[in-house]
Protein backbone atom coordinates (compact mmCIF):
# COMPACT_ATOMS: atom_id res chain seq x y z
CA UNK A 1 0.00 0.00 0.00
CA UNK A 2 1.63 3.27 -1.07
CA UNK A 3 2.52 5.87 1.81
CA UNK A 4 0.10 8.98 1.50
CA UNK A 5 0.19 12.40 3.13
CA UNK A 6 -0.62 12.80 6.64
CA UNK A 7 0.29 9.44 7.90
CA UNK A 8 3.00 8.87 10.13
CA UNK A 9 6.28 8.30 8.15
CA UNK A 10 8.34 5.05 8.70
CA UNK A 11 10.49 5.06 11.64
CA UNK A 12 14.14 4.36 10.76
CA UNK A 13 17.44 4.29 13.09
CA UNK A 14 20.45 3.58 10.90
CA UNK A 15 24.13 4.81 9.74
CA UNK A 16 25.23 7.06 7.39
CA UNK A 17 28.32 6.76 4.80
CA UNK A 18 30.53 8.68 7.77
CA UNK A 19 29.04 6.73 10.81
CA UNK A 20 26.69 9.00 11.90
CA UNK A 21 23.99 7.65 13.52
CA UNK A 22 20.69 8.88 11.81
CA UNK A 23 17.09 8.43 13.58
CA UNK A 24 13.78 9.83 12.36
CA UNK A 25 12.62 10.24 15.93
CA UNK A 26 16.01 12.51 16.86
CA UNK A 27 14.96 15.05 13.94
CA UNK A 28 10.95 15.58 15.49
CA UNK A 29 10.63 19.12 15.52
CA UNK A 30 12.14 19.97 12.19
CA UNK A 31 11.32 18.89 8.99
CA UNK A 32 12.94 16.25 6.69
CA UNK A 33 13.21 15.93 3.43
CA UNK A 34 14.06 12.03 2.31
CA UNK A 35 15.11 11.82 -1.19
CA UNK A 36 15.99 8.25 -3.03
CA UNK A 37 18.23 8.35 -5.78
CA UNK A 38 18.79 4.90 -8.07
CA UNK A 39 23.20 5.17 -8.42
CA UNK A 40 25.77 6.92 -6.61
CA UNK A 41 28.47 8.78 -9.01
CA UNK A 42 26.04 8.45 -12.02
CA UNK A 43 25.58 12.25 -13.54
CA UNK A 44 21.68 12.56 -12.62
CA UNK A 45 22.57 11.54 -9.13
CA UNK A 46 25.23 13.65 -9.05
CA UNK A 47 23.91 16.74 -10.02
CA UNK A 48 20.74 15.82 -7.59
CA UNK A 49 23.38 15.71 -4.84
CA UNK A 50 25.15 19.23 -5.26
CA UNK A 51 21.76 20.87 -6.07
CA UNK A 52 21.12 19.88 -2.50
CA UNK A 53 24.24 20.82 -0.93
CA UNK A 54 23.81 24.28 -2.42
CA UNK A 55 20.88 24.97 -1.08
CA UNK A 56 21.13 23.24 2.28
CA UNK A 57 21.88 26.97 3.95
CA UNK A 58 17.90 27.61 2.82
CA UNK A 59 16.82 24.28 3.90
CA UNK A 60 18.90 25.47 7.46
CA UNK A 61 16.79 28.51 7.48
CA UNK A 62 13.34 26.56 7.11
CA UNK A 63 14.39 24.26 9.84
CA UNK A 64 14.69 21.17 7.24
CA UNK A 65 17.48 18.51 7.38
CA UNK A 66 18.47 16.77 3.66
CA UNK A 67 19.12 13.43 4.24
CA UNK A 68 20.04 11.25 0.50
CA UNK A 69 18.95 7.71 0.20
CA UNK A 70 20.27 5.18 -2.28
CA UNK A 71 20.92 1.09 -2.28
CA UNK A 72 24.71 1.20 -2.99
CA UNK A 73 26.88 0.20 -0.48
CA UNK A 74 28.68 2.24 2.39
CA UNK A 75 31.72 2.85 0.34
CA UNK A 76 30.09 3.61 -2.53
CA UNK A 77 28.38 6.30 -0.83
CA UNK A 78 31.51 7.39 0.63
CA UNK A 79 33.22 7.93 -2.77
CA UNK A 80 29.84 9.82 -3.88
CA UNK A 81 30.22 11.82 -1.16
CA UNK A 82 34.18 12.99 -1.75
CA UNK A 83 33.38 13.55 -5.41
CA UNK A 84 30.31 15.90 -4.49
CA UNK A 85 31.62 17.61 -1.76
CA UNK A 86 28.23 16.68 0.25
CA UNK A 87 27.66 17.04 4.36
CA UNK A 88 24.24 16.18 4.38
CA UNK A 89 24.11 12.44 5.54
CA UNK A 90 23.58 9.52 2.67
CA UNK A 91 22.20 6.54 3.89
CA UNK A 92 23.85 2.90 2.34
CA UNK A 93 20.80 1.29 2.41
CA UNK A 94 22.02 -1.76 0.62
CA UNK A 95 19.79 -4.70 2.22
CA UNK A 96 17.20 -2.11 1.08
CA UNK A 97 14.92 -1.89 4.31
CA UNK A 98 14.53 1.90 3.93
CA UNK A 99 13.81 1.47 -0.25
CA UNK A 100 10.79 -0.76 0.70
CA UNK A 101 9.66 0.78 3.84
CA UNK A 102 9.07 4.10 1.78
CA UNK A 103 7.50 1.83 -1.76
CA UNK A 104 10.46 3.09 -3.43
CA UNK A 105 11.38 -0.27 -5.29
CA UNK A 106 9.49 -0.99 -8.40
CA UNK A 107 9.42 -0.72 -12.17
CA UNK A 108 12.62 -1.46 -14.07
CA UNK A 109 15.19 0.12 -11.15
CA UNK A 110 13.09 -2.60 -8.94
CA UNK A 111 14.51 -5.26 -11.03
CA UNK A 112 18.02 -4.03 -11.07
CA UNK A 113 17.14 -3.91 -6.83
CA UNK A 114 17.53 0.29 -7.84
CA UNK A 115 15.65 2.63 -5.30
CA UNK A 116 13.67 5.02 -7.84
CA UNK A 117 14.16 8.80 -7.73
CA UNK A 118 11.55 9.68 -5.23
CA UNK A 119 11.47 12.13 -2.18
CA UNK A 120 9.52 12.27 0.67
CA UNK A 121 9.21 15.54 3.02
CA UNK A 122 8.30 14.59 6.55
CA UNK A 123 6.82 17.19 9.06
CA UNK A 124 7.73 18.51 12.48
CA UNK A 125 5.74 15.79 14.13
CA UNK A 126 6.82 12.68 11.80
CA UNK A 127 3.82 12.80 9.51
CA UNK A 128 4.63 12.47 5.32
CA UNK A 129 3.55 15.72 4.44
CA UNK A 130 4.33 15.43 0.65
CA UNK A 131 5.47 12.86 -2.03
CA UNK A 132 7.46 13.87 -5.28
CA UNK A 133 7.02 10.60 -7.30
CA UNK A 134 8.16 12.54 -10.12
CA UNK A 135 11.52 14.23 -9.78
CA UNK A 136 13.92 16.06 -12.30
CA UNK A 137 17.47 15.89 -10.65
CA UNK A 138 18.43 19.47 -12.34
CA UNK A 139 15.62 21.40 -10.51
CA UNK A 140 14.16 18.98 -7.57
CA UNK A 141 16.66 20.71 -4.85
CA UNK A 142 14.42 24.02 -6.02
CA UNK A 143 11.34 22.73 -6.04
CA UNK A 144 11.20 21.08 -2.54
CA UNK A 145 12.64 24.49 -0.98
CA UNK A 146 9.11 25.95 -3.12
CA UNK A 147 6.81 23.94 -1.45
CA UNK A 148 8.36 24.28 1.81
CA UNK A 149 8.32 28.26 1.53
CA UNK A 150 4.72 28.34 0.28
CA UNK A 151 3.47 25.73 2.64
CA UNK A 152 5.01 26.54 6.17
Do not use: K
Amino acid sequence: MPLRAGQPAPEFDVRSDDGRRVRLADLRGQWVVLYFYPRANTPGCSTEARRFEAALPEFGRLNAAVIGISTDTEARQANFRDNCGLSFPLIPDSERTLSRAYGVIGGLGGLLGLAARQTFLIDPEGNLAHHWRTVNPATHAADVLRWLQQHI
